[in-house]
Structure formats: structure tokens, C-alpha cells
């Protein structure tokens, strides 16, 4: 399957691996930057492939390379929107890092074109496919829980004043928005994922506590009720010294509880079930191990969208994975800013309703 990367930044090196790990034809890359370009490429040991186009227009790839049929949308978040509704249009297959858009109406569009192309477009959530979270959500569609109760996702991480100077879109209302978009978005979707997709409301709080050199919050913290009657709570924050400390899930259930621990939810910490079995006891202490926080999530989710656009099915982690994702968030923001809680859906909110909401 012929495929082209558009972005080069910190995460594009998880994307090359996926794509050589799944066999895939690397047609072209894409960045502003051509260095970026020529860094990511060195790093797999591609420098010297001359197959390989390079593009600093994304446009211009897209237009000259029509047997393009997957590309993945790496660029800073305030991007992935206007990209992906261009390659949509251009019936090209797409995954985009999370976010999957800023605003919910350009999520909104990118459903409804991806469905009116019949293209393929999954939501870059790959620690959906870590090993502890796949058994987790086994159980949870087996029904093992009985009824669920509550749970919780804390993301507690570290981002020092290096890593935003790195990118100066980090940390903006417009390209990026705050720890809750990005580090902790992953979290969020699992949470609402395993707990019940269909939420009720959500009432938040946001902070700027330690980074004033950001536009948008170091820390945000909430509680979600869920339509089948579950409550749970987030805590996401990048201000955890010195460095990352951990991603944990929680699921209380009538008849269960389980804790997902390590740096990415990679690890099961506690799993007691009423009805245990030889099963249970082998995933009791399990660990996958990961080079970075990103886990190993990537070469699984890409090979998974190949089959769905092989066999015509909706990837595992679809657009609306990443729609619902994005709501959660801009209902935190949203909650915070007007000091109550937010029913959902939302509608027409973006993050940049919130642009110097802590001057």
C-alpha cells in the first residue's frame, strides 16, 4: 500500500516505524522544514532513498502522487483539520494524531466528508492496542463488571520549558491547547471508551499554575457522569516533578476493579474479578515494556486501518473515537471557563472560544 507522512515532528519517528513494520510503501514525507524531513529519514536509515519524495507543500504532494491511498497527519494539532479535509477530498485514507481537530465542528466535517468519500479515517488513539488495555476492555464488553460504578484516569507527566521552546505552537489556544489536549487526551479517551461512551456531563477546572509562558493549562481536573449511571473523575497535568510519573486507569465495577498503571497505561497493577479464572491470574503483575510513553500502539493501529481500507470496514479507532476524544476536552474547557457543569453533546465550541482565558 503506497503511503505518504505529512509532519515530521516528535512523534513522526512512531509513525516510520508503523509503516515499515507493517510493509508499507513509503511513497513521500512532508514538512515546512526540509532539515525535519532529512532528520526523521537519517533516523530509519532512509537518507538515501531517493524513492522517497520530499515536500514542503502538502498540497503539491497530494496533487502529483493520486496513487497515494494512506497518509498519516503529523503536523501541530492546529493543522490536522484543514489537512485532513483536503486529503478527504482527494479520496485519500487517513490516521491523525490526536487531536484529531480543534474545533467540534471541524470534527464534525471530517465525519460527514470522510462518510460522503467513503474514505477511511482513524483517530491516532494507539494505546487503545496496549496489551493491558486490550484485556481491560475484553472484560468490559464480556460484562465481567457487572455494573460499573466509577473510575478514573490520572496522567501525570512532566513537560519542561525545553520541550515548548522546542515548537513554539506548544501550549497555544490555536495549535495545540493545554496538558488535557495534549499529553492527556490518550487517557481520556480510554476513560470514556471503557466507562461508556455516551456522557451525560461534565463539570471541570483548569489552571496555569508553574508554566506562565504557556496560553493554555498545566492542569485540569473533572468529573464525568456517563448516561448508564457511572461517574468518574480526570486529573491531567504536565507539572509532576521531575519527570513523568504515570498514566493510571481505574474501572470499579459490582463484580470487579482493575488498575491499569505504568508510565502509558501499559502495565496491569490490579486485576480481581468475582469469577477469577486461570486467565486472570497469569494478567495479575503483566508489563509491556515501552521505549517512551507513546507505547507500542502505533504498528498495531496502522496495520488494523490497512485491513479496514483492504476489506472495507471502519478502522478499530475511528473518526468518531477521535470526535469524542476532542468533546471531552473542549467540555472541561468549556466547564471551567463558565464555572459549571457542561451538558453533552457539545456543538460549535473550539479551543480557541478560550484564547487568553489566563492573562
Known amino acids: 500500500m503506497k503511503y505518504a507522512l505529512i509532519g515530521c515532528g516528535r512523534i513522526a ?34 537518507e538515501n532513498n531517493e524513492a522517497i519524495l520530499r515536500y514542503t507543500d502538502y498540497k503539491q504532494m497530494v496533487e502529483e502522487h493520486p496513487e497515494i491511498q494512506l497518509i498519516s497527519i503529523a503536523t501541530e494539532s492546529g493543522l490536522h483539520a484543514e489537512i485532513a479535509l483536503y486529503c478527504i477530498d482527494h479520496n485519500i485514507n487517513l490516521i491523525i494524531e490526536k487531536p484529531m481537530a480543534m474545533s467540534m465542528t471541524d470534527a464534525e466535517e471530517i465525519i460527514r466528508r470522510a462518510e460522503a468519500q467513503h474514505v477511511k479515517v482513524s483517530a491516532c488513539h494507539q494505546n487503545r492496542f496496549n496489551i493491558a488495555v486490550q484485556k481491560l476492555r475484553k472484560a468490559v464488553e464480556s460484562g465481567r463488571f457487572g455494573k460499573l460504578s466509577h473510575g478514573s484516569i490520572h496522567v501525570r507527566w512532566n513537560r519542561n520549558k525545553d520541550y515548548y521552546t522546542q515548537a513554539p505552537w506548544r501550549g497555544t489556544w490555536a495549535q495545540d491547547g493545554g496538558a488535557l489536549m495534549n499529553q492527556c487526551i490518550h487517557g481520556i479517551d480510554l476513560l470514556r471508551w471503557m466507562m461508556g461512551s455516551e456522557v451525560v456531563s461534565v463539570y ?14 498545566d492542569l485540569g481536573m473533572a468529573v464525568v457522569t456517563f448516561k448508564n449511571g457511572a461517574v468518574a473523575t ?27 498503571g505504568g508510565k502509558s497505561t501499559n502495565n496491569i497493577d490490579v486485576w480481581d474479578f468475582a469469577d477469577e479464572t486461570d486467565a ?23 496495520a488494523d486501518v490497512v485491513e479496514a481500507i483492504e476489506q472495507d470496514r471502519q478502522p478499530y479507532v475511528d473518526a468518531k473515537a477521535g470526535r469524542d476524544a476532542l468533546e471531552m476536552v473542549l467540555a472541561i474547557y468549556k466547564s471551567a471557563a463558565e464555572g459549571k457543569a457542561v451538558n453533552l453533546p457539545l456543538s460549535d465550541v473550539a479551543s480557541v472560544d478560550f484564547a487568553g482565558r489566563f492573562d
Open 234 to 260: 480526570i486529573e491531567g497535568t504536565t507539572n509532576v516533578y521531575p519527570q513523568n510519573l504515570e498514566e493510571t486507569l481505574y474501572v470499579f465495577g459490582e463484580f470487579g476493579t482493575v488498575k491499569l
Open 13 to 46: 519517528t512512531n509513525h516510520i516505524k508503523a509503516v515499515l513494520n507493517n510493509k508499507l510503501e513509503l511513497v513521500a514525507v512532508c514538512d515546512v522544514l526540509p532539515e525535519k524531513m532529512e532528520a526523521l529519514l537519517a533516523k530509519h536509515g532512509l
Open 280 to 302: 486472570d491470574k497469569e494478567n495479575k503483575g503483566l508489563e509491556e515494556a515501552a521505549s517512551n510513553v507513546y507505547g507500542n500502539g502505533h504498528t498495531s493501529l496502522f
Open 204 to 217: 471541570g477546572q483548569t489552571r496555569r499554575q508553574l508554566h506562565n509562558y504557556l496560553e493554555a493549562e
